[in-house]
């Protein structure tokens, strides 16, 4: 979905959970959040974890609840779900004891303990939007316009299971008949091949993308840890589905 997106300084204020921050932040809107060292006194995330039944390639684990955590580095897409304000949160954190954990944070349940000034790209013309997904049995973000825009700069898209990431994003991009300069996202793959490491052999994991390139990740699988680098070519598929946001100028 071709969109315009422009770039801010916002801060986030403590005492709120993170959505609200973002809320408070841009509004009720589709926005893209870089997220990092920014401390929180109580964090909730989940990890990927088996499916429980044959409708659905994978599930969520239990939540873990961390206190005086700090998100190390984490992307957010913001939308709608219902109506309200949702957003769907990828990262790396850690506990104060220095251990660290990777995942699906729950924006809604995690609260911030200190002002923080972040990146974001608030998004003209495209937001994502909560809706039932008969192939996975999940409710997944999917764009919709909200509205002409003039001289659009940035594609919001989604890539569907079993796709190839890098060929997804190519077509996301010719599609759109955009250059390509920064990609932002997060989602799901079928395990997680890097170049020139172990790979994740799990059914699903959970990915931020990093560096801004479209190959940089952070990825956790079913019992962790987290691992980083750059996803081996041709060789990652979509598990779920895979949200990203294409700018064509350097983020």
């Not at 973002?22 to 401390?39: H, N, R, S």
């Not at 949702?86 to 954990?101: C, D, I, N, Q």
């Not at 995690?110 to 974001?120: G, H, P």
Request: hydrophobic share 45%; aromatic share 4%.
């Amino acid at each position: 979905m071709p969109c315009r997106a422009t770039h801010r300084r916002v801060t986030l204020k403590a005492g709120s959970t993170l959505l609200l921050a973002m809320t408070d932040a841009v509004g009720v809107t589709g926005a893209w959040f870089d997220l990092g060292d920014l401390p929180v006194e109580t964090l909730t995330f989940v990890r990927p974890a088996p499916a429980p039944d044959d409708c659905h390639v994978a599930w969520y684990s239990a939540e873990t609840v961390l206190t005086d955590a700090i998100i190390l580095q984490a992307g957010a897409h913001l939308g709608r779900r219902d109506g309200a304000a949702f957003a769907h949160v990828h990262g790396l954190w850690s506990e104060k004891s220095g251990t660290r954990h990777a995942g699906h944070l729950l924006a809604d349940a995690t609260v911030l303990s200190i002002d923080r000034v972040v990146d974001v790209w608030v998004l003209d013309g495209a937001l994502l939007e909560s809706t039932p997904d008969a192939e996975t049995g999940f409710s997944l973000f999917r764009p919709i316009s909200t509205g002409p825009v003039d001289n659009p700069n940035a594609v919001l898209a989604t890539i569907r299971p079993n796709m190839l990431i890098d060929e997804g994003l190519v077509r996301c991009s010719e599609v759109a008949g955009l250059p390509v300069k920064a990609v932002k996202g997060l989602g799901s793959l079928v395990g997680t091949q890097l170049d020139g490491q172990p790979a994740l052999e799990d059914d699903a994991t959970e990915v931020l993308l990093t560096g801004g390139t479209g190959q940089g990740v952070i990825a956790v699988g079913f019992d962790g840890p987290a691992v980083a680098g750059n996803l081996a070519p041709g060789s990652n598929r979509v598990c779920v589905t895979f949200e990203v946001l294409l700018l064509s100028q350097p983020a």
